[in-house]
């Protein structure tokens, strides 16, 4: 079993749906929570970070953490085709920079105009 | 990309040469990482750096070394390509104690025939 899962998709929406992607995991020593995007044929970006459970809101996005469930979601908005590109979650137990990341395979996403 | 440059962007290789991959970044970050990205296993880390000739394994270090001599470049050699070592590589840094805010480089495309 993977220490973090992620539904691959494809996901599609029309432009303006709320879209929910989601991440599980078994690893109860992560605290740091991340999100990440990637456009085609690009590196990833990062979206969002959240430092244990709890919400936490950057304009049209919001990342959700239940460490009771071992789940974390991302929630977009108002989507826009402009959002179109694969969301990858990373976790760590601790936020050293020597520590390392854990991502998901990465959920592709494409919102319809 | 965060002042993060690689090069090549594309190589096709045959299988039992060797091959370097170069980041290069201008943002004076202390640590380094290379990662392959493979479909089905997401990021996965190769090796990292946590300064100037200080290194160590990731997650799928075999096959791999890495060296750095300047702040700014980080190498990965493969010293023997083989078909397994088909994939995307990225370069990512971050500052000290903040491993989940990494910054991507745009991705080396390597082919091993």
């Known amino acids: 079993q993977k220490e973090v899962e992620q539904d691959p998709g494809p996901l599609s929406v029309p432009e303006g749906a709320i879209v929910s992607l989601n991440c599980t995991y078994s690893?109860?020593?992560?605290?740091?929570f991340m999100w990440y995007r990637q456009y085609s044929r690009k590196g990833p970006e990062l979206l969002m970070y959240t430092y244990s459970s709890g919400n936490k809101e950057d304009g049209r996005f919001t990342a959700q953490v239940d460490k009771s469930s071992k789940y974390i979601s991302l929630f977009i908005r108002d989507s826009q085709p402009s959002d179109s590109a694969t969301y990858l979650c990373?976790?760590?137990?601790?936020?050293?920079?020597?520590?390392?990341?854990?991502f998901g395979t990465g959920t592709l996403l494409a919102v319809q105009p | 990309d965060a002042g993060i440059t690689q090069s090549p962007r594309h190589k096709v290789t045959e299988t039992g040469t060797p091959v370097t991959l170069r980041c290069h970044q201008t943002e004076n970050h202390r640590y380094m990482y290379w990662y392959r990205q493979d479909p089905g296993h997401g990021l996965r880390l190769i090796h990292y750096s946590y300064g100037v000739k200080d290194t160590d394994k990731g997650e799928v270090s075999d096959g791999y070394s890495v060296s750095r001599s300047k702040t700014e470049d980080f190498l990965l050699t493969l010293e023997s390509a083989t078909s397994s070592q088909t994939s995307v590589y990225f370069c990512a840094i971050s500052e000290a104690d903040s491993s989940y805010e990494q910054y991507f480089g745009p991705g080396t495309r390597l082919t091993v025939t």
């Open positions: 990373a976790m760590s137990a601790i936020g050293g920079a020597t520590n390392k990341l854990i």
């Open positions: 690893n109860s020593a992560f605290q740091y």
